[in-house]
């Protein structure tokens, strides 16, 4: 994932920073970094001295007319500071709350400044494809997600850690030939790929290549690169309850669906899975996760619901099989048996 | 600038491309439902309640900071947009600590005039009874953070009109709070100038004024307009004096 890139390789996200620069006529660059990343920034800021005394950042790059400059504005913890709007306004000093796009960053960014905005992970390709070629880069994965996806592999699997794979790779490679396949004894179930963001993929889907299109198809999304292991041990409505836990946290609580909207689902679930929930607690669940995906102003949000409608899509009966019987409901045979017993 | 005509529930309007598509269904006698929305302050998009059907997409789009394109075709009614606004508002409604029979502003209250529009009978999500602050210290006024919206129309106001920023928002999700200053007492407050501009853009009985009795209070929103329009076109300002 992006820490690695930051700790391992600093100076291919400064040149490729540096690149860009030079692409758009910009003089400034700056790296967000999460403040709970202190080993990312220390070698980050070493990287930057390195470069600017070489010449490879500052003024006069290579005695040419381009001048770059690359400072670091560290994060204070908030995940939604990743949704670029927040981002800008956290750089800025304000406070990292998101808002309506449009206008996108490259019309109106930082200070209102036409902004370019990427990711770690793709500054750190820009300069191997300009040395060896787009053709290259092209030719590692499938046509049209190309080159390679860094993945933190983790949860119910023998070898758990990074790992980087081509984009395409089927994902039976990773969990068995790669991660060493499940705990002795359990079964492979699923695998969430997205983080909080993301969703499952079943156990009947292990020949899926891992690319943006295929992981599509199956509701999830690549983000990060997290892939978290599931085995037979594993409860999905729990899993669900987790993600949601954190997004209720995450909120900015700017727009009401997500400030109210994740508290409310984070309590449907919490109520499904102590057996207190009923079928029209189902309902609702899946009525309040479409509106806070669809009416949400951001990102996190918008993607919030999505390990809900996940689980609830490829595992629903782990949902019904927790359900109770609605109030004053009697089960067909249950007068009788009460007429024996008592 | 430019004149666009666009499609809005069926009927054709024309409007300019620096407009939003609220501001255009309203010249037309279209109503969208809007809650942070107030005309004279910049626009945040945050109540979602103004949100809008644009034909050739599947996501639906803040009718406050959406501009029009020509030939848009734009739907502002539709069953879907009636349910999912009844939801913000029963959120809201669960959000808060919101008794309305014993609030200054009953039955002139925005968050409760919106119930009734979008048809809420009932609240199907349980109450999350906050506890929240209510701070008495100004010698003018009352903030009481139960029948808060977190629309931001007193933090825009304070900002962008009167100039002093007293009002910002502490905490984050569902704690988040409206405060004065650093979290200081309103009465406290250096910044603030009691002006009470922010009590009345506030939309629901969050901000009053004290000595009002139950219901008593009606918040007038129209004074905004005339200060905008007047500093936008430097009314104020005499341009052919030199007094100096």
Known sequence: MDRSVLEGDPHRVLEGMAIAGYASGASQGFIYVRAEYPLAIERLRLAIKQAERVGLLGNRIFDSQFNFRIDIRIGAGAFVCGEETALIRSIEGKRGRPRPRPPYPSEKGLWGAPTLINNVETFANIAPIIRKGSAWFAAIGTPKSAGTKVFALAGKIRNTGLIEVPMGIPLRKIIFDIGGGTPEGTTFKAAQTGGPSGGCIPGDSLDLPVDYESLATVGSIMGSGGLIVMDSTSNMVDVAKYFMDFCVDESCGKCVPCRVGTVHIHGLLEKISGGRGTTDDLALLEELCQMVKETSLCGLGQSAPNPVLSTLRFFRHEYTELLSAPEGFVPAGAANEKSTTG | ?244
């Open chain 2, 1 to 244: 600038m430019a004149i666009l005509t666009l499609t809005i529930n069926g009927e054709h309007v024309s409007g300019k491309d620096d407009e939003s598509l609220l501001a255009i269904a309203s010249q037309h006698g279209i109503r969208i439902p809007t809650l942070c929305h107030l005309d004279g302050l910049s626009d945040v998009g945050a109540c979602r309640l103004c949100l809008v059907e644009i034909e050739g997409s599947p996501k639906l789009f803040p009718a406050c900071t959406t501009r029009p394109q020509e030939g848009m075709v734009v739907s502002t009614d539709t069953e879907r947009l009636r349910r999912y606004r009844r939801i913000i508002i029963e959120f809201l409604a669960s959000e808060g600590n919101h008794q309305c029979a014993v609030c200054v502003v009953n039955n002139h209250c925005e968050l409760q005039n919106l119930a009734y529009e979008t048809g809420l009978t009932h609240v199907s999500v349980p109450y999350l009874y906050p506890k929240k602050d209510l701070d008495a210290t100004h010698k003018d006024f009352i903030i009481d953070r139960n029948r808060c919206v977190l629309c931001t129309r007193c933090v825009r106001v304070c900002h962008e009109v009167e100039g002093a920023h007293t009002w910002d928002i502490a905490g984050r999700g569902i704690s988040c709070e409206i405060i004065s200053d650093l979290n200081q007492p309103w009465g406290a407050s250096g910044s603030c100038t009691s002006c009470g501009k922010c009590v009345l853009v506030c939309p629901t009985g969050a901000l009053i004024e004290k000595g009002e009795a139950v219901a008593e209070m009606e918040k007038k929103t129209d004074f905004l307009r005339y200060i905008v329009t007047a500093r936008q076109k430097r009314e104020w300002v005499n341009v052919d004096s030199d007094e100096e």
